[in-house]
Nanobody, 122 residues
Framework: QVQLVESGGGLVQAGGSLRLSCAAS??????RGWFRQAPGKEREFVAA????????YYADFVKGRFTISRDNAKNTVFLQMNSLKPEDTAVYYC?????????????????WGQGTQVTVSS
């Protein structure tokens, strides 16, 4: 049974940092991604990492602030979030798919975690 389990969310002040983790069990995936969804808004792409070499992709609004990385031995992906802003407040979801082609579309990902809440206070 495939499971993606996120951890690391919480409450932080603006300018602070958080590190999210997403541990996968049951199998490995070529591509892993992070998405987020704020109340009343659609789920949006945040970052992705593809292939064993770890090519990375970011939404424009997180470039320079967030870093996605993976530990293949632990089948875990991380999202280091620095310089957080109140507008980063959302439920963050990790996702996984086969293949190394990059997609920023949520519908292209086959497996999802349950989500972890990130709240940034001003």
């Amino acid at each position: 049974q495939v499971q993606l389990v996120e951890s690391g969310g919480g409450l932080v002040q603006a300018g602070g940092s958080l590190r999210l983790s997403c541990a996968a069990s049951g199998r490995t995936f070529s591509s892993r991604g992070w998405f987020r969804q704020a109340p009343g808004k659609e789920r949006e792409f945040v970052a992705a990492i593809t292939g064993n070499g770890g090519r990375t992709y970011y939404a424009d609004f997180v470039k320079g602030r967030f870093t996605i990385s993976r530990d293949n031995a632990k089948n875990t992906v991380f999202l280091q979030m620095n310089s957080l802003k109140p507008e980063d407040t959302a439920v963050y979801y990790c996702a996984a798919r086969d293949g190394i082609v990059f997609y920023s579309i949520a519908g292209k990902y086959d497996y999802w975690g349950q989500g972890t809440q990130v709240t940034v206070s001003s």
